[in-house]
């Protein structure tokens, strides 16, 4: 069996094919031949899945999972606990509680283990074009997402072990530590207070300092964790002067992860020697050996079973190889979901908004607000700039073989190497970032850019194409706070139809939001501005966007058609299942992240996150994970 030190089990990944090592440990995969020379394999593999990503179609529905007879129903067993998808949050869940040998956990996933494809950090784009992204989109939108294809965003959401930790840009940024102080308030609970949380967060960290002139507040990361946080190798010289220009302009350059939230940096990533740690591979791999644990794949969660006498959670009911299951809960289930399908699920067992789930038909257990409150991060795509540096270009099988020694272009998703946290006006002298600035040295622009960012031909041809890729150096804003509200909600009472997500970014009354994102655009054009950029030659660069034509370029009026032209998602919804003790405001789960008014029945992803973070939420899912596993360990001791 496949059980002991996780860092063990990943220098198996590492040394061999990762069906070398599912072998090893004995799990089912689609593919069984070992390639004989590494390099080669990887390099087919890297030129095929990019072929295939730009006639990709993505699924419209869950459909692939329907029973073959929807009446036959048969009973897969009684367990403790059940988790209901294998998430970031998820798989730390299940794999905490099943320390506890008297607990018998039962972890439900829709999709697969990653692969060898997974773990390139760079296929950051094609791994999109595969199974292991649900593929959904938003409605259209009236403001933002207008310069996309039918002004939908695309909503990219991991479907596998880990979740969306399997295709995201694997950057690990846990946010000021006025968030958690801020979330504890809110509950009334310490228990989420930047106090309370360091130590979890530390607990799943393994923290290796390998750029060592990154900077790096030591006491606050953890070692010997589950979960491997590195930097990248080597650095761009564009990266040295995004950090150069930052000092110059008074920003100054820290490890934005030490609690303030603020400060210039190199990323820190979850990778290991430059491959993906996703959370499959972290918290679920080294123990499936445990007999206590029981993960079950290619699983899709239909229902929650609700005992309506006693309001409580007595299991879930599941498809799996076109077969109809039930499955029992003699403690608890644990939505892990993720922010739209835990809504999505709750509202199908008839948890959420009393007049929504009459339209459709499906009987009230509970009235609450699931699915009103969802935040995310608006992003806007929109300023690129040109330098004279040009970035070498390395035939691809070079690339592989750099990869395979843990560091290069590979080893990194979509060049993402530079952010920058800072104060706008709104939190100015707060020490409370709220503004985000993400710097993408050259060679980020690619074939699937437009498809990935779903552009229309017009704006890919004003923004993108004219940039020369090995020089240019791409940068995105990102508003951390925004006011602006979206939803999720059923399409329908079918379990397999896609929930209905309008992600509804920049339609704040007062327009802060829109405010926040200009004024961030500012600081980019005061950084270009620097000694350190302009001896790179740093220049504004695509041309006019059409969209805006009748507004001066340049001009605040010009910026604020821009962004709403190209401002979209960055994987990073929340809180669809809101923290709070008041469900008449729309709070969903309490402080414990049970739900209000049902017994048994707990949330752990994203979805209760009572607002936005200013980081990036992977590291406080998984923060989230590791609180509600000891909470439950504590009430059920």
């Known amino acids: 069996m496949c059980y002991g030190n996780p860092k063990i089990i990943f220098l198996l990944f590492s040394l061999l094919s990762w069906e070398s090592v599912t072998g090893y440990c004995n799990t089912q995969n689609r593919r069984s031949a070992t390639p004989v020379n590494e390099v080669d394999y990887l390099t087919n593999l890297i030129e095929t899945a990019q072929k295939n990503a730009l ?29 209901v998808g294998a998430g970031g949050s998820g798989t730390v869940v299940a794999s905490r509680l099943s320390e506890n040998d008297n607990f018998n956990v039962l972890l439900l996933e829709a999709g697969d283990f990653g692969n060898n494809f997974t773990d390139i950090p760079a296929m950051y784009f094609p791994v999109e074009y595969t199974d292991y992204n649900w593929g959904f989109f938003s409605t259209p939108q009236k403001t933002c997402c207008l310069g996309m294809v039918d002004k939908k965003c695309p909503l990219p959401r991991g479907r596998g ?124 791999h080294p123990f499936l050996g445990r007999k206590n644990l029981h993960l079950v794949k290619e699983a899709y969660v239909t229902k929650i079973l609700i005992d309506h006498i006693r309001s409580s959670a007595e299991g879930v009911v599941f498809t799996l190889h076109h077969k109809k299951y039930t499955a029992k809960a003699s403690k608890e289930v644990i939505m892990s979901a993720g922010v739209f399908q835990t809504p999505q699920l709750l509202m199908l067992s008839g948890i959420g908004p009393k007049k929504h789930l009459e339209s459709l038909n499906i009987p009230v257990v509970k009235n609450l607000q699931v699915g009103s409150f969802l935040k995310d991060h608006p992003t806007f795509y929109g300023v690129v700039f040109g330098s004279n540096y040009t970035e070498p270009t390395k035939p691809l099988k070079e690339q592989v073989e750099e990869y395979l020694r843990g560091y290069g272009a590979l080893s990194l998703s979509g060049n993402n190497q530079g952010v920058g946290f800072f104060e706008s006006k709104f939190t100015k002298g707060t020490g409370y970032p709220d503004i985000e600035i993400g710097m993408v040295p050259a060679v980020a622009i690619s074939d699937l850019s437009q498809r990935t960012f779903s552009l229309t031909d017009q704006t890919y041809e004003d923004l993108w194409k004219p940039m020369n890729r090995s020089q240019s150096y791409i940068t995105y804003v990102i508003s951390l706070h925004a006011e602006s509200t979206g939803t999720v909600r059923l399409n329908s009472s079918d379990p397999y139809e896609y929930p209905i997500v309008d992600v509804n970014f920049l339609s704040d009354p007062k327009g802060k939001d829109i405010e926040t994102i200009c004024e961030g655009v500012q600081i980019l054009m005061n950084l270009s501005k620097t000694q350190a950029f302009q001896k790179i030659g740093a220049k504004l660069g695509g041309r006019p966007l059409k969209a805006c034509k009748e507004f001066e370029y340049l001009s605040k009026p010009y910026w604020y058609c821009a962004i709403r032209q190209v401002t979209m998602n960055i994987y990073h919804p929340a809180s669809t299942c809101p923290m709070g003790n008041n469900p008449e405001r729309g709070d969903v789960v309490d402080s414990h992240c049970k739900v209000h008014g049902i017994k048994k029945l707990r949330i752990a992803d994203a979805s209760v996150f009572p607002f936005s973070l200013a980081g990036h939420p992977t590291a406080a899912v998984v923060m989230v994970g590791e609180v509600v596993s000891d909470l439950i360990k504590k009430e059920y001791q």
Request: a neutral charge; zero cysteines.
């Open 161 to 284: 072990v880990g979740g969306s930790t399997l295709i995201n840009g694997g950057i690990y940024a846990r946010g000021s530590r006025l968030d958690f102080d801020r979330w504890a308030k809110h509950v009334n609970d310490s228990t989420w207070s930047y106090e309370k949380v360091l130590p979890y967060f530390k607990k799943s960290e393994d923290f290796h300092h390998r750029d060592k002139a990154a900077p790096v507040y030591e006491p606050v990361h953890g070692k010997g964790g589950l979960w491997n946080v590195e930097y990248h190798l080597p650095r761009s010289p564009q990266l040295n002067s995004w950090l150069a220009a930052n000092e110059e302009l008074g920003y100054g350059v820290a490890d934005y992860n030490s609690g303030t939230g603020l400060g210039a940096s190199p990323f820190q990533l979850n990778t290991i020697n430059g491959r993906r740690l996703d959370g499959g591979k972290a918290f679920i």
């Open 55 to 83: 006639t990709y179609q993505f699924p419209k529905n869950a459909d692939r999972y329907k029973p073959t007879d929807e009446n036959k129903i048969e009973d897969f067993g009684t367990y403790d606990f059940i988790i």
